[in-house]
């Protein structure tokens, strides 16, 4: 069992205890995964995933095929809350849990949606364990560009430059944050999609804007903005563009 002195962790203490893979897997299509994680994902032994307030977790059905029988799954139950308190306590859990399985020296692969330092759930997880225990990060495709591929819509050229919101801003801030853009990215659009769409109306860039739902997957959408549905998932985006497209 690796041993904290004074609230710190030699790198003996390292070499005895297992490893921890933070695994992006990309944005729910499997075959955007990497053959990295591929690898590290068949060949696990331990397997750590969040799940939203009891429900299935969507990082393990994007790996579902990859995850060996035998297994063991430690599942991080993050209740559905705008209060972080809840949330913190479901990654202190999870946590703890990853940290008997290292202690014991296993290697546990903690798979994460998307990209685990872009918005990713392991970031919480990082931060909890990453100062005691050997830690490697797997980058997995994000969300932004695999919407941009599905719409077809190139986002920055040359010395351009790409914004990149979550939707539940306030009004007057992401309407400051888009004037002063030249490319913007709305992320967690879900409820908030009818005052972003009210945002870039005001603004004249309506036209402009694409709107991409559960990109990648058998249910996506991809339209304008402007026939958008009046309810978005959590797992939507909003492009924009402005002015002439620069790689013509």
């Known amino acids: 069992m690796a041993a904290i002195n004074a609230g710190h962790t030699t790198e003996f203490d390292k070499k005895m205890s297992g490893t921890l893979y933070g695994v992006g897997l990309g944005p729910g299509d499997p075959e955007l995964m990497t053959l990295k994680a591929h690898r590290l994902i068949s060949g696990a032994s331990v397997i750590a995933y969040p799940t939203l307030a009891g429900g299935d977790s969507f990082a393990r059905s994007i790996a579902a095929d990859s995850i060996p029988a035998n297994a063991r799954e430690i599942v991080m139950d993050v209740p559905m809350s705008t209060d972080r308190e809840p949330a913190q306590r479901a990654y202190d859990i999870g946590a703890k849990a990853i940290a008997a399985e290292l202690d014991a020296g296993h290697d546990v692969v903690c798979l994460c949606e998307g990209d685990p330092f872009f918005y990713g759930s392991f970031m919480y997880i990082f931060a909890r364990l990453c100062t005691h225990y050997d830690v490697s990060v797997i980058p997995g495709v994000t969300s932004v560009t695999t919407c941009a591929a599905r719409a077809g819509k190139p986002l920055v050229a040359r010395n351009e430059r790409l914004t990149v ?13 888009i004037e002063g853009a030249e490319s913007v990215a709305i992320m967690k659009v879900g409820r908030h999609l009818s005052k972003i769409r009210t945002v870039i109306d005001g603004l004249g860039l309506l036209d402009q804007a694409v709107y991409v739902e559960r990109a990648s997957l058998p249910q996506e959408v991809v339209c304008a903005l402007a026939d958008a549905p009046e309810k978005a998932p959590y797992f939507s985006m909003i492009l924009l563009t402005k002015g002439a497209d620069p790689w013509l």
């Open 165 to 177: 919101l979550p939707g539940p801003l306030p009004e007057d801030e992401l309407r400051a944050r």
